[in-house]
């Protein structure tokens, strides 16, 4: 009997989990609340539905009698998963696991009542509160709200006078309920990739991660593997290890954040019980590994214990555009000669939420991951070489500006332009 797999979303991020189906051989079937998503048509069986509603999902996982169930790069519908799958007896995280792994609040006291190496983070409710703290702490400070992904609501707060603007931003996410503020940890930050059972957790890869500039720290970038030493490596692992635990995570994929501090070593940021966005798990991590991280997690929703072992020792990297500026894009050139650059894997001229560049588009700060505005995806035979051939990219794109400013992809000024015409991509 083929298996029937239920996949939470439908959307761009979920597309890869019902490509991965299809090549198994195993049936699947798909709910979002948009009925234009693009993967209602990609799969077996679409529905159109909030996935955030256990109890509709539960009718249409028996109705359509599923073996599994399962999201793939979003921490939305993690809980409903646990819910779902408790109820149905599938295969999936505890609901215990899924509110500590999707709520920042449950996630550090889990931490801390571990002794999980973390920030120290205290709840505040009031903007008095967070200028209070924030002093016994000592600035810089970081403020977030409970609940998200993508960097929203996530702001470094530098001096007691920009408190106020911060808190106001972090309100604008999340209107009630407590905020987290912790104290600011220095150093690189990394992502690890990776995946547990019901008895073992496995890491797959450490990906370095590039940040734009300003208050919220926004992924400008990452690559793989990670440049750090063996030593600082193995510290990374034993506080991933550490953070797995403390949740009690379970037949799921993960995506952990860690701060390197120089003072105090390896600390958790958080760890999402699903695999992470950016093109990391679905494309980063298959190119310098070799792991094909969606495969694990289809397996893991039909209750397999897969082992994903590297067999690659290669890089890529993935780089965002950064025009370092605001505006009203014009023209923009150059894109057809990425595709000359060795190693090419994804050329996306295109926002996620607001779609692709073209004459009109508007360029804003980039605030969450939503804002970024496209990127380029190179792989290498090192880690040098895919940044190397990131930058080579981001350098040959030309935006101009309605006000005639012209910039490359990594904000530099340009003086002579392409042909001034919006390239489509071939």
């Not at 600082?232 to 799921?252: F, K, M, S």
């Not at 966005?277 to 980063?284: E, N």
Request: aromatic letters at 6%; one cysteine or more; hydrophobic letters at 40%.
């Amino acid at each position: 009997m083929i298996p029937s797999l239920l996949v939470l979303g439908a959307g761009p991020l979920q597309i890869p989990a019902l490509h991965e189906a299809r090549a198994l051989g195993i049936r699947s079937v798909a709910l979002d609340a948009n009925p234009a998503a693009v993967g209602l048509a990609l799969c077996d069986a679409p529905h159109v539905a909030d996935i955030l509603n256990p109890d509709k999902v539960e009718a249409i996982a028996r109705e359509e009698r599923v073996n599994g169930i399962m999201t793939l790069c979003t921490d939305a519908p993690v809980r409903t998963v646990a819910e779902v799958g408790e109820r149905m007896g599938l295969t999936a995280l505890t609901p215990k696991a899924a509110a500590r792994a999707t709520d920042k609040r449950l996630m550090r006291q889990a931490f801390a009542d571990a002794g999980a190496p973390s920030p120290e983070t205290r709840t505040v409710e009031t903007l008095s509160e967070a200028k209070v703290t924030a002093e016994a702490f000592g600035y810089p400070v970081a403020l977030k709200i409970g609940c998200s992904s993508g960097s929203r609501g996530v702001y470094r707060v530098d001096r007691g006078d920009a408190m106020a603007a911060a808190y106001e931003s972090c309100r604008s996410y999340q209107k009630e309920g407590a905020l987290l503020l912790e104290e600011w940890v220095d150093g690189g930050e990394v992502s690890v990739e990776g995946y547990c059972t019901d008895t073992a957790h496995a890491i797959v890869a450490i990906t370095d991660k590039f940040l734009f500039p300003g208050r919220s720290p926004v992924e400008a970038g990452h690559c793989q593997p990670s440049h750090f030493e063996p030593h600082i490596q193995e510290q990374i692992r034993e506080a991933v290890h550490a953070g797995l635990a403390a949740l009690g995570l379970t037949w799921c994929a993960f995506h952990a954040e860690v701060k390197v501090s120089p003072a105090k070593g390896a600390r958790l940021i958080e760890i999402g019980a699903r695999l992470g966005g950016d093109r990391i798990s679905t494309h980063l991590t298959p190119l310098s590994t070799g792991v094909n991280l969606v495969r694990v997690a289809v397996l893991l929703a039909l209750g397999e214990r897969p082992e994903a072992f590297p067999i690659l020792d290669r890089g890529a990297c993935v780089r965002y555009f950064d025009l370092k500026r605001s505006g009203v894009l014009k023209h923009l050139s150059g894109l057809r000669r990425l595709y000359g650059i060795p190693g090419a894997e994804i050329i996306y001229p295109a926002s996620e939420r607001d779609g692709l560049l073209r004459e009109g588009f508007i360029i804003g700060e980039v605030r969450s991951s939503l804002d970024r505005y496209g990127h380029v995806l190179y792989s290498g035979s090192t880690r040098e070489e895919a940044i190397h051939r990131c930058q080579a990219a981001t350098s040959m794109l030309q935006f101009e500006f309605e006000d005639g400013d012209c910039r490359n992809g990594d904000g530099l000024a340009v003086m002579e332009t392409l042909p001034r015409r919006l390239e489509k991509v071939p």
